[in-house]
């Protein structure tokens, strides 16, 4: 049976770069998710033209609380009125959770590798506050691809990693003053110590561009053949 439409009041919006938000909403009635899953939402217009489109959730439940991750794509439909337009208060509609399988369990402890291009860290940063909420003691990896520094998301919270919380910043065409890695895309040889600390049946996430996915699944997969490892532990999700 599909899940039920239920309705969502934004209630926070925060910047996250030029044209990245966190959205807030409270949905009354909502039954719970995974760190990982993602919600569809659905806008009617007054004449009663309905768009909808899928957003990850960023963060674990919290109270009929949920934070969406809306990056805004020009001459988009329906990102840039939600990312700057929807006003404060307002109402639209939200299906979920979905997804099953690239989700994150507080009670898995092997090492944990996830990788992200771009708007893909939102799904992962939902892993990674749910890793620190739970006092997880396995060994959870963000290898996180940007343009520049000011395309990061989550920048404070991503500063300071913890003592089981290794997260690593990858920029393809700028770099800060003193980064020891020049500006590029990602290589096989970012993966390499990361896939070196993991288990045979640790989990790997993949998010970002199809691009961005396909060539890091190939990378891995390289990877993992050296290495003596399953490629059937890598979970992707794409977008555009």
């Known amino acids: 049976m599909a899940a039920a439409w239920l309705p969502a009041r934004l209630v926070g ?19 719970g998710h995974l760190p990982g899953q993602h919600v569809d939402v659905r806008l009617t217009a007054d004449d009663g033209y309905q768009a909808v489109r899928s957003y990850s959730l960023a963060a674990p439940a919290d109270d009929g609380r949920l934070e969406l991750g809306v990056q805004s794509v020009a001459d988009g439909e329906v990102s840039p009125y939600l990312a700057d337009q929807l006003p404060p208060g ?13 989700v994150w369990r507080p009670e898995q402890s092997e090492p944990v590798l996830s990788v992200a291009g771009g708007s893909g860290v939102v799904p992962l940063m939902a892993m990674v506050r749910a ?24 920048r404070d919270e991503l500063v300071d990693g913890g003592p089981f919380l290794d997260i690593r910043l990858l920029h393809t065409r700028r770099a800060p003053p003193g980064t020891s890695r020049p500006p590029g895309r990602i290589t096989a040889a970012d993966l390499r110590e990361p896939t070196a600390r993991l288990e045979p049946r640790s989990p790997v996430y993949v998010c970002g561009p199809t691009g961005f996915v396909e060539t890091v699944s190939d990378l891995l997969v390289e990877l993992f053949a050296d290495q003596g490892k399953e490629p059937s532990t890598i979970r992707t999700e794409r977008f555009g």
């Open 131 to 154: 890793h620190r909420s739970a006092g997880s003691r396995g060994l959870f990896q963000l290898v996180y691809s940007v343009r520049g520094p000011e395309d990061i998301w989550y």
């Open 90 to 102: 307002e109402e639209v509609e939200m299906r979920g959770p979905l997804g099953s399988w690239f």
């Open 13 to 31: 919006r925060s910047a996250q770069s030029a044209t990245a938000r966190s959205l807030v909403f409270t949905v009354p009635g909502w039954p």
